[in-house]
């Protein structure tokens, strides 16, 4: 069965950065882009961009561009989400969510959440 | 760039009673790749219908979606005890996607 399982929740100041991994099971890793989605409390969905596994090919929401990284590591089936220069606004759940099928897909499996706390 | 506009932004109704949940998109959705999701409190969402009208598996068939162009619909029949949540629509036809901003179905 196909499983998401991200990193724990994590602290950080202003200014600083953070690296969210997603690890993927039950399927081929490389055969399915990976999303990344933010929550901030109280709030609705965002998207933040996918990864294409196979290639490494990244597609950022526009908001994101030039302080988002999305990258892989093949060899762990791990998917990461690195957010730079982090503000209090950054506060939210990050979900890593894989496409149901190739092509354009709608997000069919979604990992668990990781809650990233920008405080000072 | 798609926007998407959920309508109401919230439903109160009671256990049996048919919801019926709006989506409008700024622009016509391509080939209907329009899905949608149900949240509830610390989960993660999860994926009910997509191609405007297909359930994904295992989903319910009191749960159905219709629609094409730039009006969509997310209907239960009845509405069970668990069914309470948010609700989101989603275009996954283009870049870069897009959530609407949630319809909450409390309970009246």
């Known amino acids: 069965q196909v499983q998401l399982v991200q990193s724990g929740a994590e602290v950080k100041k202003p200014g600083a950065s953070v690296k969210v991994s997603c690890k993927a099971s039950g399927y081929t890793f490389t055969g399915y882009y990976m999303h990344w989605v933010r929550q901030a409390p109280g709030q609705g969905l965002e998207w933040m961009g996918w990864?294409?596994?196979?290639?490494?090919?990244?597609n950022y929401a526009q908001k994101f561009q030039g302080w988002v990284t999305m990258t892989r590591d093949t060899s762990i089936s791990t998917a990461y989400m690195e957010l730079s220069r982090l503000r209090s606004d950054d506060t939210a759940v990050y979900y890593c969510?894989?496409?149901?099928?190739?092509?354009?897909?709608?997000?069919?499996?979604w990992g668990q959440g990781t809650l990233v706390t920008v405080s000072s | 760039e798609i926007v998407l506009t959920q309508s109401p932004g919230t439903l109160s109704l009671s256990p049996g009673e048919r919801a019926t949940l709006s989506c409008r998109a700024s622009?016509?959705?391509?080939?209907?790749?329009l899905a949608w999701y149900q949240q509830k409190p610390g989960q993660a969402p999860r994926l009910l219908i997509y191609?405007?009208?297909s359930r994904a598996t295992g989903i319910p068939d009191r749960f159905s979606g219709s629609g094409s162009g730039t009006d969509f619909t997310l209907t239960i029949s009845r509405l069970e005890p668990e069914d309470f949540a948010v609700y989101y629509c989603?275009?996954?036809?283009?870049?870069?996607?897009?959530f609407g901003q949630g319809t909450k179905v409390e309970i009246k």
């Open positions: 990864i294409n596994p196979n290639s490494g090919g990244t």
């Open positions: 989603q275009q996954y036809g283009s870049s870069p996607l897009a």
């Open positions: 969510a894989r496409d149901s099928s190739s092509g354009w897909s709608p997000l069919g499996y």
């Open positions: 191609g405007a009208s």
């Open positions: 622009q016509s959705v391509s080939s209907s790749y």
